[in-house]
Structures are given as C-alpha cells and as structure tokens.
C-alpha cells in the first residue's frame, strides 16, 4: 500500500545494530535497502531480487564475487569480491540490484535476510502483500 | 423434615408398573416399589398415580382437587357445577389416624360435562374445554388446586415421603392396571402439596426425576398453543407438551420421544435421506419443544405408559418385562424388590422411549 | 467575529526521541495530517485535520506516535458540552445537517450491560464444550404449527409437511447488511468469503449486488430498500433470501444516503445510477404507504422467485415495533430483522442516529411477547441487530427471543476500524469505508476474510461454553428462554417489559 516498512526494516536488518531507532539516529551512513517500492498512481509493487534459477547477474559477474547458496538457493554478492563494475545491474532484467556509492563501490541485492528464518520483509508488511514461496 | 441437609444429593426417585393386559392389581406393589428408593428422597414430596380404579364411574370425569380452605372449596365447586353435572362429591378417603404435620382438605368429584358448555366455545372438543377449565381455575382461584382430571384415574399426592402418602390414602385398597409413583428431594421450589409428582391434566400424568434447562422456552412454546403455566415448576412443560403433540397434533410416541429428546444433528446427517428429512423437519418445526437439561420422566394416560431419557441420558432410567407386565424404575432394585425374577431388564438409551401398551380389551 | 476555528478533537503525541522519520505516517494519511521537512529532518503533524483512525499509530514502525484526545477544551458544564457547543459552531458556519457515521455514542443505558446469565450446578450438571456435542445450527424462516407425517401400512413413516424455504446457519450470527458503496469492494469481498467459509450469511445493503460477488450468491441475502437500486431479475434470483429494508436502526423514517464522493463508475454500474451523484433513498418506499402494500409486495417478490426462498423484512425499532412486527407477520413475512438503536451507518445525520428509536433488547423482548401471546411467533423467524459487541450480547439477544444476530460495527472493527465515524468522507484510512483505490488496497481481503473468521470462531466458542455452564446442549433450548436471565439496578418496568427476573430472584 505504499507505506514501505519493507524499505525501512531491510535497512534496520542490514545495519550493525539492528536496532530500528539506533539505525535512523545514529548509524551514518544508512545501509541501503535491498527493496525498492515502485509506485505509478495507486498501485504499488515492492521489489527485489528473485533468486532466478537461471539468474543472469550469476553468469555476468566477472570476478565470481555473485555466487548460489548451496543450502537456501538463494543468490548472494560476496561484497569482498564485487569490484563494482556494475554488469550485474545492467543485465537484471527486474532491476533488482543497486549501487552501493558509500566507500568501497559495491552491488547491492537482497540475500534473503542470512539466518532469519522469514526474510523480513515479508515479516512485517502490515497488508501481507509479500509472500515468501519456495519453488 | 429434611434432616440431611448434607451435600449427598441423590435426586428423586421414579416407578411405573402396567400390567398391558388391563388386569387390575392392588397399590401395595407400588408403595414397596418405591420405599426401596427412599434415600433418593427427602421427604418434601411423593404422590401416585392410579389407572382403572373408577370402574363404576368409567365413563365419567372424576377430578381430584386440593383446597387450602372451605372459601376456596365453595367458590371452585359453583364453577364446578355450573359447568358440569355433579354425579357424586366426597372428601377423598385417608388414614385419619396418620400423623400428618399439615395438610389441605382432600376432595373427590364425579362428573358429567355439560355439552351445551362446550358448545359456547368455537371449535372445541371436549378434552379442549376441561384442559380450559383446568388451567383457569388453577390460575385464578386462589388456594385450590385440580390434581387429576380424567376418567377413571386418579393422582394422589402431598408432602411426606411417598410410601407414607401411599399409606394416608389407603393405596393399597385400590385396584389399577397402571400405578405410577414418585418421591421428591426438591431444590428449585419448596415443598407444597400441590408441587409433588406426578402431574396430570386429563388422563396424563407425568413423573419426572430431573431439571429441564429449557424451561422458559418450553413455556413460551407452550403459550403460543393456548397453554398456560402456572405452577413454577418445571414439570408441567412435559404433561402439556405430550398433551399437545399427541392429542392434538396426533403424533406417535416415538416421534414425541424423538422431539423431546432429538438426536444431534451429526447423528442426523448418518440416517438415510428420508429419515433425514424427517428428523430435521421435525427438529426446525418443534424447536421450542426439545427438553433440554437432564431428565428421566414416567408419562402415562389410560392406554399407555412410556419412560424416556434426556438425550445424554443424565437420570437414571431401567425397564423390565415379566410376561405382560412392564416395569420402569429408577433403579434396578426397586423393581427387584417386586418382581425378583423379571424376563428381561434391560436400560434405555438416551432418548430410546420404553413404551407400554394396552392390549385390546374384550368387552 | 466571521470565522471561528472549530476546536481540535485531537492531539498527535510525537515521541522525538523515537520518530525516525521514516515517513510512512506521511504517505499513509488520508486527511494530509502529517508532512515532511526536508530542511531539518523532521515530520511535522497538524492536529486540526486528525479524526482520530489511529491508522498512523498502527503503522509507526518505533511505536512513536500517539493519539490522545484534545486538550482545548471548555468551562466545565454539564448540560452544554464541548460536543454540543461545537455542533452549533458547524452549524452556524455551514447551514447545513450535520451528518455522522458508525452508530449513536450516546450515554443511553445499555440494558446488555445489566442483564446476567445463568449457570447450573449440582441440580443439574454443566456440559463441557470440548467434550460433548454442543449445537448452534440455526434455521432462519416461516415454521408450521404442526408436522404432517403419513404412515403406510408397514408403519414406516414419510413426511407429507412441506417446509416453507428455510436458511441454515451453522452459528446464529449474520453479517448484516453493508453495502457496496458505503463499504469498499475489498470489505465486501472479505466478508463475503467469511460468510461462506463460517457456513452464515451475509447481505447486500442497498447497494446492489456486484457482478463478481454473484459466485456468493448462496450465502448472500440480497435486500430491497427503498431505492431499488441494483434490483433486477438476476438479482433476485442470486441471493438465497430477499429482505425488504423499510428501515435501519441509525435513522428510523429516513432513506439511506450515499454521498457523491463515493460513487465511483463501479458503484454507478452495481446501483444503476450516473457516477458521483448523490445515492439518496427515499424514506418511505414509494409503494408502499401501508401494511397491505407491503404484504403484496412480499407476495410479489415470493411469485417471482417462485417460493424457493424466504422473503423477509427489515424494520427499525421504534415505540410501536411489537405492532409492526405483528403486522408484518400477517403479511406473510418469512424473517423480521429488528435493528435497533445503536445500529450503525455509513451517513446519517447526527440528530437522527441519536434520538430516534429504541435499544434492541427492549425490542426484540417485547416483539417476542407480543407474537407469542398472539399465538403466531413460529410463523416468523427474528433477527436482532444494532450493537452487538461481544459473545455474551449474543446468547443475551437469543435468550430473550432473537433466532438469530446480525453483526456489522463489530465486523468492521475486526476488519480494522476504530470508529472514528467519519464513514461519509470516503477517506477511510483502513480501505473500508472509502473508494478510493489508494486507500481500498489497504484492506486485504484474506486478511480481513481470516480476522472474520477468528471473530466468529472465538465466539462461538465462548457462546458454547456459556450453553454448557447453562445446561444446555442445542441452541433451540435457549431461545427466548428468559427464565436464565436476570437483570440488574434495572427498574420494575424495564424488568416487566424485558419479561426477566430480578437478580435474587428464584
């Protein structure tokens, strides 16, 4: 609906304290969220990367730095590795994946929230508009 | 006179004999029938009901009644015989010699109903006109009480343990072919003469050992067949309601047993599709009329007597056959204590009626 | 002096220390209370504009903001309150009637509140719920003094009685009626599914039936108001009961009202009339101007969906409502609803939702008396409505003679709502009472489907076991069963007309 505490609780999961008042305050700079609500008129979507089976951004990435979770399937950026030569958004046919312009020059994506066992997100959309399906 | 005001609180006691064939026997049975059982009373109420003990006066209405004094007496015998043609009045004969703490003046009256009386009422029938007459002098004249009201039968009842009730009216020198008895341990009402079982109106009476939850709506029900309530007690509700779904509605027992104690609805949903219907037709038309709440009841009128159970069977209820004669108790050993050696004992399930029927009489 | 600000309702409590300035408070208000200052940072709120839906204060991810009520207020004074005075204000500065939403908030005695159950011990065991069969199915429609059974000579019995239509309910609550219009189309949707889902009914307001909800058909009780609107042959014929509404709770003797606001091209298309006019039924319906009118209406909607369904009515509860109801049932009338006077409403006006009518526990007490002692009340089924908040006010409702409760304010708090009676903007912040598809798409209907549900569910459970500690096992057993009813500091003539005991009383 547009309210986007999809954007706000990915950035709290993705800071150093995880601690939502902690993170707006004090942490400089904010992480960026991995969601991005796209809005035209009255209709709202929440976007982020699809864990595509035969994702591009995996066969695009020149240091091998996007590499697939053996246990959840998911696809992850090793941010050591990434150089930030932003293939991987240029061939994401959702346009899933950010830069990241604080300090090192690094992609951006959604990593399905680590050891959460529902990323979080899905958690807390007041109006469950997000759904987490494995398929 | 209740001395154990202890918490064993056992609940009332209930007995019916028949003797389908319509052989008479004397009251003596009954009283020792229902003395085995007098732990489950206390004292504050016990009354029988007698079948047959009329024979002179077979075809003539033969009212019971109960009068707190000679005022009430006068003013309930000018209704009486304005209505009726008095045949013969006479006090109800007793033990004199019985110590009795009180009791009201005990009458007896034999009657023929007079027919241009009914007349004035549209569309009555006869029976219509004496349960009218019934239920207005038992509401609007104070202090008397109709107890029985048919022909050929009689209930006699009061406050006492009901082997000595049985014993101030001389039971044992009557012959019935249908006895019913009960002994009462009240909690809802006093104890008052006229609240004993059993309750009659016509030739029914009822015994019932139990407390019907439904009462206010089996009330209502009632009333919007032009029946009136009026004695505080739930039992009327069934006297009434057999009354209503039997003589006037022309239902049989077992589908009054399957009114009043109806199936659950799960239950319904397993039967086939005809009796499906039925059973749930029954249940939305006859709503008001399911007793809920736990009961064991002894209904008899002239050709029958049936006990029943509540549908989760919470009163206990057992029946036995000797050759012609059915016996219904609420324990087994009352029925032993007469008929050691019955054919066939068996206990009723909730809401399985046990009906016993009179024999086609020669003559 | 001209203008005269009217003093504010509410106050936005802030908590600095917690805002985050996320902004989610400023996108998701309706009313534009909250705004963004991108110079320092912070989110400002306006507290005139704030009608006090609390929509802000659930979506708050730090639980930062709260709502308290005004602190402007008056001189202390019994007879002209705060709310009185600001009335005047508006009405000087408008001219107009002021209209309100949701039912009447005013102090009238609320006789539930004074009624106490009963429990059965010792004489008579309790039944357990959990342990035992406990039945609330519940048949809505005309019963038969009597059944006609026909025995064939092996004594096998079969049924000559033709029961008129009857509607079964697994549990004797209903939805009542709401229509698409004051209500958004994701709120119909979830309360229709519900219905189907709880094995109940729901009803279609005055607001038509939309073509995607005719797949619920069988569970939905299409109503006829004065309006006509959206009334057609398909219509009739999809619902599995007609009721003709002659009047609701929240505004006896007037027609209902749809502001323009709301009727959007969907609406227009459902009811029948151009978008953004004003939907305003007339108060009577225009044929119907006595008691014989309507019984020939009754047979004419019976005729023409051939007696399969029951046909019924819906009236408001006023002063003389045990004669109406009577009236109605010689009309030949399947179901009376009685709505009473805190019914809800999407726009009435405020005068009138406050001082017109009756409570509906006098109502329906008396309506039942009435039909019984006339000896006609198996002829009609009751359904009593306006106000009904929790479980016990629905075992109260059938223990003094309803078959049967319709439910509408608590469903849409279950859905969301807090009653901040500001129906008639459109500007719903919960997506309920709004079409605006901004705000519609707040509701989602499996969510607003599965908190009905849980609703009803917690309930019927809670009705069950009042049943059990009763004695009783079949909801049948309780109708109109005032002997296990007792009222409280209630004077002998409320006693007398709600036919209940006194609490002592044996």
């Given at each position: 609906m547009?309210?986007?505490?999809?954007e706000?609780?990915c950035?709290t999961?993705?800071s150093?304290?995880?601690?939502?008042?902690?993170?707006?305050?004090?942490e400089y700079?904010?992480p960026l969220?991995r969601?991005?609500?796209e809005?035209?008129?009255?209709?709202n979507?929440?976007?982020?990367?699809?864990?595509?089976?035969?994702?591009?951004?995996?066969?695009?990435?020149i240091?091998?730095?996007?590499?697939r979770?053996d246990?959840t399937?998911?696809?992850l950026?090793?941010?050591?590795?990434?150089?930030?030569?932003?293939?991987c958004?240029?061939?994401?046919?959702?346009g899933?994946?950010?830069?990241?312009m604080?300090?090192?020059?690094?992609?951006?994506?959604?990593?399905?929230?680590?050891?959460?066992?529902?990323?979080?997100c899905?958690k807390?959309?007041p109006?469950?508009?997000?759904?987490?399906?494995?398929e | 006179?209740?001395?154990?005001?202890?918490?064993?609180?056992?609940?009332?006691?209930?007995?019916g004999i028949?003797?389908?064939?319509?052989?008479r026997?004397s009251?003596?049975?009954i009283?020792?029938?229902?003395?085995t059982m007098?732990?489950?009373?206390?004292?504050l109420g016990?009354?029988?009901?007698?079948?047959?003990?009329?024979?002179?006066y077979?075809n003539?209405?033969?009212?019971?009644?109960?009068y707190d004094?000679?005022?009430?007496?006068?003013?309930?015998?000018?209704?009486l015989?304005d209505n009726?043609?008095?045949?013969?009045s006479?006090?109800?004969?007793?033990?004199?010699?019985m110590?009795v703490e009180?009791?009201?003046l005990?009458?007896r009256?034999?009657?023929?109903?007079?027919?241009?009386k009914?007349k004035?009422?549209y569309?009555?029938?006869?029976e219509?006109?004496?349960?009218?007459?019934v239920?207005?002098?038992?509401?609007?004249?104070?202090?008397?009480?109709?107890?029985?009201?048919g022909?050929?039968?009689?209930?006699?009842?009061?406050v006492?343990?009901?082997?000595?009730?049985?014993r101030?009216?001389?039971?044992?020198?009557?012959?019935?072919?249908?006895?019913?008895a009960?002994g009462?341990?009240?909690?809802?009402?006093?104890?008052?003469w006229?609240g004993a079982?059993?309750?009659?109106?016509?030739?029914?009476?009822?015994?019932?050992?139990g407390?019907?939850s439904?009462?206010?709506?089996?009330?209502?029900?009632?009333?919007?067949?032009?029946?009136?309530?009026?004695?505080?007690?739930?039992?009327?509700?069934?006297?009434?309601?057999?009354?209503?779904?039997?003589?006037?509605?022309?239902?049989?027992?077992?589908i009054?047993?399957?009114?009043?104690?109806?199936?659950?609805?799960e239950?319904?949903?397993?039967e086939?599709?005809?009796e499906?219907e039925?059973?749930?037709?029954?249940?939305?038309?006859?709503?008001?009329?399911?007793l809920?709440?736990?009961?064991?009841?002894?209904?008899?009128?002239?050709?029958t007597m049936?006990?029943?159970n509540?549908?989760?069977?919470l009163?206990p209820?057992?029946?036995s056959?000797q050759?012609?004669?059915?016996?219904?108790a609420?324990?087994?050993?009352?029925?032993?204590?007469?008929?050691?050696?019955?054919?066939k004992?068996w206990?009723?399930?909730?809401?399985e009626?046990v009906i016993?029927?009179?024999?086609?009489k020669?003559? | 002096?001209?203008?005269?600000?009217?003093p504010?309702?509410f106050i936005?409590?802030?908590d600095?220390?917690k805002?985050?300035?996320c902004?989610?408070?400023?996108?998701m208000c309706?009313?534009?209370?909250h705004?963004?200052d991108?110079?320092?940072?912070?989110?400002?709120?306006?507290?005139?504009?704030?009608?006090?839906?609390?929509?802000?204060?659930s979506?708050?991810?730090?639980?930062?903001?709260?709502?308290k009520?005004?602190?402007?207020e008056f001189?202390?004074?019994a007879?002209?309150?705060?709310?009185?005075?600001?009335?005047?204000?508006?009405?000087?500065?408008?001219?107009?009637?002021?209209?309100?939403g949701m039912?009447?908030d005013?102090?009238?005695?609320?006789?539930?509140?004074?009624?106490?159950l009963?429990?059965?011990?010792?004489?008579n065991?309790?039944?357990?719920?959990?342990?035992?069969?406990m039945?609330?199915?519940?048949?809505?429609?005309?019963?038969?003094?009597?059944?006609?059974?026909?025995?064939?000579?092996?004594?096998?019995l079969?049924l000559e009685?033709?029961?008129s239509p009857?509607?079964?309910?697994?549990v004797?609550?209903?939805?009542?009626?709401m229509?698409y219009?004051?209500?958004?189309?994701n709120?119909?949707?979830s309360?229709?599914?519900?219905a189907v889902q709880?094995g109940?009914?729901?009803?279609?307001?005055?607001?038509g039936?939309?073509?995607?909800f005719?797949?619920?058909?069988?569970?939905?009780?299409v109503?006829i108001a004065s309006g006509?609107f959206?009334v057609?042959?398909?219509?009739l014929?999809?619902?599995?009961?007609?009721?003709?509404?002659?009047g609701?709770?929240a505004?006896?003797g007037?027609?209902?009202h749809?502001?323009g606001?709301?009727?959007t091209?969907?609406?227009?298309?459902?009811?029948?009339i151009p978008?953004?006019?004003?939907a305003?039924?007339p108060?009577?319906?225009?044929?119907i101007?006595?008691?014989?009118?309507?019984?020939?209406?009754?047979?004419?909607l019976?005729?023409?969906?051939r007696?399969?369904?029951?046909?019924g009515v819906?009236?408001a509860a006023?002063?003389?409502?045990?004669a109406i109801?009577?009236?109605?049932?010689?009309?030949g009338?399947?179901?009376?609803?009685?709505?009473?006077l805190?019914?809800?409403?999407?726009?009435?006006?405020?005068?009138?939702?406050?001082n017109v009518?009756i409570?509906?526990?006098?109502a329906?007490?008396?309506?039942?008396?009435?039909?019984?002692?006339e000896?006609?009340?198996?002829?009609v089924s009751l359904?009593a409505?306006g106000g009904i908040?929790?479980?016990?006010?629905?075992?109260?409702?059938?223990a003094?003679?309803?078959d049967?409760v319709?439910i509408?304010t608590?469903a849409?708090?279950?859905?969301?709502?807090?009653?901040c009676?500001?129906?008639?903007t459109?500007k719903c912040?919960?997506g309920i009472?709004?079409?605006?598809?901004?705000?519609?798409?707040?509701?989602?209907?499996?969510?607003?489907?599965?908190?009905?549900?849980?609703?009803?569910?917690?309930?019927?459970m809670?009705?069950?076991e009042?049943?059990?500690g009763?004695g009783?096992?079949a909801i049948e057993?309780?109708?109109?069963?005032r002997?296990?009813?007792?009222?409280?500091?209630?004077?002998?003539t409320?006693?007398?007309?709600?036919?209940?005991?006194?609490?002592g009383e044996?």
């Open positions: 547009g309210c986007r505490l999809c706000i609780h950035i999961q993705h150093k304290t995880k601690n939502i008042i902690k993170t707006y305050k004090g700079p904010k969220p969601i991005n609500v809005e035209k008129g009255y209709v979507f929440a976007l982020q990367c699809r864990h595509c089976e035969d994702a591009p951004c995996l066969e695009t990435c240091t091998g730095a996007m590499y979770d246990k399937g998911a696809v950026c090793n941010e050591n590795k990434c150089v930030g030569c932003w293939m958004i240029m061939v994401c046919p959702f899933a994946i950010s830069r990241n604080e300090g090192k020059k690094v992609a951006s994506k959604c990593d399905l929230c680590g050891e959460e066992e529902i990323p979080v899905v807390h959309c109006n469950e508009a997000i759904v987490f399906k494995e | 006179m209740n001395r154990f005001k202890g918490k064993d609180i056992s609940g009332c006691a209930t007995t028949m003797d389908q064939t319509g052989k026997f009251g003596k049975d009283i020792n029938s229902i003395a007098h732990e489950r009373s206390n004292g016990g009354g029988f009901a007698a079948y047959g003990i009329y024979p002179e077979a003539d209405w033969c009212f019971h009644l109960m004094d000679e005022t009430c007496k006068e003013k309930t015998e000018e209704y015989r009726f043609k008095m045949l013969k006479e006090k109800i004969p007793i033990r004199e010699e110590q009180y009791k009201p005990l009458w009256y034999f009657m023929q109903s007079k027919r241009e009914i004035l009422h569309n009555f029938t006869e219509d006109f004496i349960v009218k007459l239920m207005d002098i038992n509401s609007q004249v104070n202090g008397a009480f109709i107890v029985s009201s022909k050929n039968m009689g209930v006699f009842k009061g006492g343990y009901p082997e000595d009730i049985g101030l009216f001389r039971l044992e020198e009557y012959s019935a072919y249908t006895w019913t009960h009462r341990f009240p909690t809802n009402t006093g104890g008052w006229g079982h059993p309750f009659g109106i016509l030739d029914w009476t009822v015994t019932h050992n407390e019907i439904s009462y206010g709506i089996n009330k209502e029900f009632l009333l919007n067949y032009g029946y009136i309530c009026s004695f505080y007690t739930d039992t009327e509700v069934i006297v009434y309601l057999f009354d209503l779904l039997i003589r006037k509605h022309g239902l049989s027992y077992n009054v047993a399957k009114i009043l104690a109806a199936p659950f609805w239950e319904i949903e397993r086939s599709s005809e499906k039925i059973l749930k037709t029954l249940r939305i038309i006859y709503a008001g009329a399911l809920n709440g736990p009961f064991s009841v002894i209904v008899a009128n002239s050709e049936m006990g029943l509540d549908r989760i069977k009163r209820l057992v029946a056959i050759g012609n004669k059915l016996y219904i609420s324990e087994e050993a009352a029925i032993w204590e007469i008929c050691p050696h019955p054919d004992t206990r009723p399930k909730a809401g009626p016993g029927r009179l024999m086609e020669n003559g | 002096m001209a203008k005269r600000p009217i504010t309702e936005i409590d802030r600095e220390n805002c985050i300035s902004q989610a408070c400023v996108r309706s009313n534009e209370v705004s963004y991108p110079e320092t940072n912070e989110v400002l709120s306006d507290s005139l504009k704030c009608i006090g839906c609390h929509f802000c204060e979506i708050c991810p730090t639980h930062a903001i709260t709502i009520r005004s602190q402007s001189k202390m004074n007879n002209w309150s705060a709310g009185v005075i600001t009335n005047i204000v508006k009405q000087a500065e408008t001219g107009g009637v002021l209209l309100t039912g009447s005013k102090k009238y005695p609320i006789y539930w509140d004074h009624i106490l009963n429990a059965s011990q010792v004489t065991p309790s039944i357990d719920p959990l342990r035992e069969p039945e609330l199915r519940t048949y809505i429609g005309q019963k038969p003094d009597r059944i006609q059974l026909k025995s064939n000579k092996q004594g096998k079969s009685s033709r029961l009857q509607l079964q309910l697994e004797p609550i209903l939805f009542s009626a229509s219009g004051s209500i958004s189309f709120a119909s949707k309360i229709a599914n519900a709880l109940t009914y729901c009803n279609t307001g005055e607001g039936l939309h073509k995607d005719y797949q619920y058909g069988s569970n939905t009780i109503q006509r959206g057609n042959r398909e219509y014929e999809a619902g599995a009961a007609i009721e003709i509404k002659i609701q709770g505004k006896p007037i027609g209902g749809l502001p606001e709301k009727v091209a969907e609406i227009g298309r459902t009811r029948m978008s953004g006019t004003d305003l039924s108060a009577p319906h225009h044929d101007y006595s008691i014989e009118d309507l019984k020939q209406l009754i047979f004419a019976k005729e023409s969906i007696y399969k369904k029951p046909v819906k009236i006023v002063h003389n409502v045990a109801a009577s009236g109605i049932v010689k009309a009338a399947d179901f009376i609803s009685i709505d009473g805190r019914g809800g409403t999407g726009a009435a006006p405020t005068v009138i939702r406050d009518g409570p509906i526990e006098l329906i007490a008396s309506v039942d008396q009435h039909l019984r002692v000896g006609i009340r198996n002829q359904i409505a908040r929790c479980s016990s006010d629905v075992i109260k409702a059938i003094l003679g309803a049967a319709y509408a608590s849409l708090v279950a859905m969301g709502c807090n009653l009676q500001r129906c008639f459109g912040n919960w009472a709004t079409q605006n598809p901004y705000l519609t798409k707040r509701l989602n209907p499996e969510i607003g489907q599965r908190r009905l549900v849980n609703l009803i569910n917690a309930w019927s809670e009705i069950k009042m049943l059990g009763m009783i096992n057993s309780l109708r109109g069963n002997e296990h009813l007792r009222g409280i500091a209630l004077s002998d409320d006693l007398k007309i709600l036919g209940i005991k006194a609490v044996m």
